[in-house]
Every structure is written in structure tokens, then in C-alpha cells.
């Protein structure tokens, strides 16, 4: 027609001029048999169910992001997810909670600084020189604390934070 291009058939195929397929069609599946795959539009890729590759990745100097707007988004794999930042940081932000779970492991923060910039203070446990020295205590339910060191453990179970 005038505004398409109809095709009624099996199979179809596009081959690049040296005989390789670059773009097969059946009832079954889409094949894109080149090296990259651009998708330019300025909304990037829509995909309705899931995706499976063996590399996501940004054009030179440019920020890849995976959203998902009004869903979650998931990513699973049997022996592993690693993500990594060659150079500058990786966050992960959220409107309500972050969470870390191992069912069969443990949680390792491996880093020459760890922080905890918003951990609330409990009362002060005992006297003495803190020397501006503070233990992490830990609240029955988990939640974490900060209590001013002293000579022996400043933490207290029944602490106002753990309230």
C-alpha cells in the first residue's frame, strides 16, 4: 500500500550484502543478528514482558538507566548480579526502603569508610571520656543505634530508639 509495506509468508529475512542475516522474522520469534542494536528513540526501549541479554550497556559517556515508572523491576540471575562503576559511584535511591538480603550468605560492606550519617544517638549509657568514639548498637527488631563508647558496652536494649 501507499503508507506499508505487506508480506505474507513462512519466514522473512534482511541479509547484509556479504549473505548474513540481519533481521529474520517467523511465528515464533524476531531475530536482529547484528553486532549493536541502536534504538534512537527519545524514549528509549518499551518491552510489554521481560528481556533477557547477556550485556546492557550506555553509549560512550552517557548514563544508562533500567526504570521501570509505576512497576518494580527485577533483575535474576543463578550464579550472580554483579554491578560495577570503573570510575564514580553507584547509588540506589528509593521512596520508601532499600533492602539487602542473603538467604544463604552473608552481608559484606568491604570499604575503607563505612557510614551511617543519619543513625540516630541513644541516651548516654555510661560516663566516662568518649574521646568522640561511638558503638553501633543493635534493638531487638533489628534496628541499628548509635551510643557513645565507654569503657565497657554503652548499649541498652530497652534504648528510646528501639521504642
Do not use: W
Not at 511465528?27 to 518491552?47: H, M, Q, S, W, Y
Not at 546492557?56 to 562503576?85: C, H, W, Y
Not at 543519619?118 to 551510643?147: F, M
Amino acid at each position: 500500500g501507499p503508507k506499508m509495506v505487506e508480506f505474507h509468508g513462512q519466514q522473512f529475512q534482511i541479509n547484509s550484502k556479504d549473505g548474513k542475516p540481519l533481521f529474520t522474522v517467523d511465528e515464533n520469534e524476531v531475530v536482529i543478528g547484528t553486532d549493536k542494536l541502536r534504538v534512537t528513540g527519545p524514549e528509549g526501549a518499551l518491552f510489554e514482558h521481560s528481556v533477557e541479554t547477556p550485556l546492557v550497556k550506555a553509549e560512550a559517556f552517557k548514563q544508562l538507566r533500567l526504570e521501570s515508572p509505576t512497576r518494580s523491576l527485577s533483575m535474576d540471575a543463578p550464579r550472580g548480579i554483579n554491578i560495577k562503576a570503573q570510575a564514580g559511584n553507584i547509588e540506589a535511591l528509593s521512596q520508601m526502603d532499600i533492602k539487602l538480603h542473603s538467604s544463604d550468605g552473608v552481608l559484606l560492606l568491604d570499604a575503607e569508610t563505612v557510614r551511617l550519617p543519619k543513625l540516630p544517638e541513644g541516651t548516654r549509657g555510661g560516663s566516662g571520656i568518649s574521646q568522640g568514639l561511638y558503638e553501633i548498637c543493635v534493638c531487638p527488631d533489628g534496628k541499628l543505634y548509635l551510643s557513645v563508647a565507654g569503657v565497657g558496652s554503652t548499649c541498652q536494649e530497652y534504648s528510646r530508639v528501639c521504642q
